[in-house]
């Protein structure tokens, strides 16, 4: 390699989804390949597992020695940064990015090892798994219960010239696990139940593709800026709506969302454009209206972006352009012909500017009817507007007569100034009509008083009556101004009212707070009523079904405010009447009323059927299993029975041969008497577990104890877990899950069948994990199939179960047993064949 002074190397990254997926491999095969062009390629420092095929793809690549280095009686290696600076290789394959060096390395990390190599000129290749990358740390222990010690920060491998994703399908990788092409035999079972879980994959492969895909992303608009690309590339649909707050943005959204499902991946982005001083454009945007539209973005999957800008349209297509967009979709001007005519409109414009962006206008329902404006009913109060009456005649008086005081030839300016301040204080105080009206006696007082010939409406120069106009035009418009800001304001805090009200009725509904007794008594504090009550129609009147406050209407007739719920029922307030605005709120609350009770009505009514249901389904199932398993021990007894009582010329071995079919009945029949009066307690709740601190050491060789040698293995680790749990139930639930495993792998059959291969050892597991420990029962017999693993946890279901002496109760009590301590049992595959039970149990809360 020719030294270019002053060069970096480039770093190449091989990502893994997961271990095992082959990113080693992959390294070596890219430094074979390298080799072959005749580039000078060296191994730094690679971990093989002990996998034949890695080893081989090493064979013909140079290897630097490692170093050894001596910690605490061990010996331990590295890769020997010296050696391979003092080689000065053109490319260095460096594996385990994210290891942490032994202690007395130069480096902390081997990233830090990597990056003395690179500062030397060296190109790096090297591996890591997306597990150890430090902003996921977090997200990959909640997924895996596995906490990654060694990580590596994101910004190293962000910032590498070349990432590479190796990558597999989770079935795929837990074939090669169980084939042994990952990890030796011993550790096959357990890592197969335990991390490398169909969910766990699926998951890790998920972060891989969203990492890398971001920063494929990022890549790309660092390309597109370096290179001065202004223009959108397409490469993924990006629909951007225009959304105005006016009564056509819902329509805009769905139709916008309807676009973006046409191509997967694609997004939607909704862009709202607010005036640079903060204010909604012209009364236009409904904040209302726009709160609901962002409830309807978030509910589309997409995402609500406020901008601000004077010119509407070139901030829409700023931001698309920005955002990579490929459409814009936007409203069919809502204004008259008309305007439109000589004002233009805005999807006009946007599609001028637009480029090589597509646009798309949706048409409405209120194309051409123009913006409707609200009534003028001021919002101020009555004492405020007669104030403001007053005002607007005593101001412009008291300051005429203030000015004549002054002794001055030209006071013309000065008083159209202080007119002015007067009519914006009037403004202020009375809205526009009060304000208009003091402009105009200003402006009678100007020209009479102040503007010569003084004592007539006469103007004699032409620059005293411009002014005065100008004076007459600012006035008005200064208090149109004020008292739309006035409006506004108003506008903007009965709307913050309205949607917290709602959005506290929302919440309700989602946390289950939804009763009668809930929704009056936030009637009462949210619109200040002294008494709120809920009244049903009833052949005798009015029943009162829910109320608060005191002396609550117990008739309609007797309340100040009455809300209809429905034909029967009715909201009846007691207090100051309520507004129009306030009117509104309350009919929602009634329309929520109406849902809880209907709700209630049919939760009721699905309990009770329920209820019938499953106590006919139990008795039915109860009285045939009994019918015919419970016979089976009783005759056997019987029998036995009366051969010891009869058989007065029997020898001893047939005595014998009685006895232990006596006893097998026996307890055959005591297990089968047992789940029964389980599965009564758990069904009736007369269950109660005594919760205490307990290690699995006591509880687990307990409850595989009893079976044949060598039929069950027990792998704990050490120490044993602490779980919070009732010893006594947790014995007989890992019992049950142990003797059905055993019967399965035995061949007699089990939930899952029969055909497992003869005397197949069951294995008993457990694994402690961040916030839970999980006992593990795996057996190599036939499986369940998934679409049935629930279902055999149902009472009396046996599925293709054809050995007698049962009922199909182990399970169900068995899961109902770990529910009971806190504990959730489910079903897995167990790779190569078999069912895998996972008992999942709190841990013991950790002492300081």
């Given amino acids: 390699m020719e030294d270019q002074p002053g060069r970096r190397g480039r770093l190449s990254v091989y990502l893994g989804a997961a271990p095992g997926v082959g990113k080693t491999y992959a390294m070596l095969g890219e430094g074979c390949r390298r080799r072959e062009r005749g580039t000078d390629v060296v191994v730094g420092y690679v971990e093989t597992h002990g996998r034949p095929a890695t080893e081989r793809m090493i064979g013909g690549l140079e290897v630097v020695p490692r170093r050894e280095v001596h910690h605490r009686g061990a010996v331990l290696t590295e890769m020997d940064v010296d050696a391979v600076l003092a080689r000065r290789p053109a490319v260095v394959l460096v594996d385990e990015l994210a290891h942490t060096n032994a202690p007395g390395s130069r480096h902390a990390k081997r990233a830090g090892d990597v990056e003395e190599l690179r500062a030397a000129g060296i190109d790096v290749v090297t591996t890591v798994n997306i597990q150890h990358l430090e902003s996921l740390n977090d997200e990959v222990e909640r997924i895996t219960g596995v906490r990654q010690r060694e990580t590596v920060p994101d910004e190293v491998v962000r910032t590498a010239d070349q990432i590479q994703l190796v990558d597999m399908a989770p079935e795929a990788l837990r074939r090669r696990m169980a084939h042994g092409n990952v990890y030796r035999a011993d550790r096959i079972d357990a890592s197969l139940t335990s991390f490398f879980r169909v969910g766990n994959l699926t998951a890790l492969r998920e972060l891989a593709l969203l990492w890398v895909a971001d920063r494929v992303d990022d890549a790309l608009g660092d390309y597109r800026r370096a290179h001065d690309i202004e223009h959108p590339w397409p490469t993924k649909e990006r629909i951007v709506v225009a959304v105005t707050g006016g009564p056509e943005s819902e329509t805009l959204l769905r139709r ?38 962002q409830q309807l973005v978030a509910s589309l999957g997409g995402t609500w972006h406020p901008v601000v800008g004077e010119d509407v349209a070139a901030a829409v297509v700023d931001f698309a352009t920005g955002a990579n967009a490929t459409m814009v979709v936007v409203g069919v001007s809502r204004h008259s012909r008309l305007r439109r005519l000589f004002a233009g409109t805005t999807g006009d414009r946007i599609a001028s500017l637009a480029g090589s962006i597509d646009v798309h206008l949706v048409t409405h329902d209120q194309v051409a009817r123009g913006a409707r404006r609200r009534g003028t009913v001021s919002p101020l109060s009555p004492r405020r507007q007669v104030a403001g009456w ?30 002015l301040a007067g009519a914006v204080v009037v403004a202020l105080v009375g809205g526009l009509l009060p304000a208009l009206l003091a ?20 103007v004699a120069e032409p620059a005293n009556l411009l002014s005065l106009l100008v004076y007459v035009a600012v006035a008005a418009g200064v208090a149109t101004v004020v008292d739309r800001a006035s409006r506004r304001a108003g506008e903007f805090v009965r709307a913050r009212t309205e949607a917290a009200t709602l959005g506290s009725l929302s919440r309700s509904v989602l946390t289950g707070q939804d009763t009668a007794e809930a929704i009056v008594e936030r009637v009462r504090e949210t619109f200040g009523q002294d008494a709120v009550s809920l009244l049903a129609r009833s052949p005798a009147g009015w029943d009162l079904l829910a109320s608060c406050g005191p002396d609550p209407a117990r008739d309609p007739a007797e309340a100040d405010t009455r809300v209809t719920v429905d034909d029967d029922r009715a909201l009846c307030l007691r207090g100051e009447p309520l507004r129009a605005s306030d009117q509104r709120v309350v009919e929602g609350f009634a329309v929520q009323t109406s849902l809880v009770l209907e709700y209630r ?16 389904a139990t008795s039915t199932a109860l009285l045939r299993a009994v019918s015919h398993d419970l016979r089976t021990p009783l005759a056997t007894m019987r029998a036995s029975v009366d051969g010891l009582v009869h058989g007065g010329d029997l020898d001893d071995g047939d005595r014998a041969a009685l006895h232990d079919s006596l006893d097998s009945s026996t307890d055959q029949l005591e297990s089968l008497i047992d789940n029964l ?70 061949g007699s059959g089990g939930s899952g069948g029969s055909g497992a291969a003869e005397g197949t050892p069951v294995r008993v597991l457990a694994h402690e994990l961040p916030d839970r420990v999980e006992v593990m029962v795996v057996d190599r017999g036939p499986g369940v199939p998934e679409a049935q693993r629930e279902r055999m946890f149902a009472p009396f279901q046996r599925l293709d179960d054809t050995s007698p002496g049962g009922l199909g109760l182990g399970l169900a009590v068995a899961r109902g047993l770990a529910e009971a301590v806190g504990g959730d049992l489910s079903a897995e595959d167990t790779p190569g064949g078999g069912l895998t039970m996972v008992l999942s149990l709190p841990r013991a809360a950790r002492t300081p």
């Fill in 256 to 293: 916008g969302a309807r676009l973006a499902q046409r191509a997967a991946g694609s997004e939607l982005l909704a862009v709202h454009v607010i005036a640079s001083d903060g204010l909604l454009d012209g009364g236009t945007s409904d904040p209302t209206r726009i709160a609901r539209a």
């Fill in 390 to 419: 007053v005002l607007a005649l005593a101001l412009p008086a008291v300051l005429t007569f203030v000015l004549q005081a002054f002794d001055d030839t030209d006071q013309l300016p000065l008083a159209e100034m202080l007119l």
């Fill in 439 to 458: 402009a105009l006696v200003s402006f009678l007082a100007l020209n009479w008083i102040f503007t010569p010939p003084t004592g007539t409406l006469t």
């Fill in 601 to 616: 009505r049919l939760r009721e009514r699905e309990q009770r059927a329920a209820a019938l249901e499953s106590a006919e």
């Fill in 677 to 746: 009066l389980d599965l009564s307690r758990l069904q009736t709740g007369l269950l109660v577990p005594r919760l205490a601190d307990r290690s699995l050491d006591e509880v687990l060789p307990l409850a595989v104890s009893g079976h044949a040698p060598g039929a069950v293995e027990l792998d704990v680790d050490e120490p044993a877990p602490v779980v919070r749990t009732d010893a006594g139930l947790l014995e007989r639930v890992v019992a049950n899950l142990v003797a059905n495993a055993v019967r399965v792998s035995g």
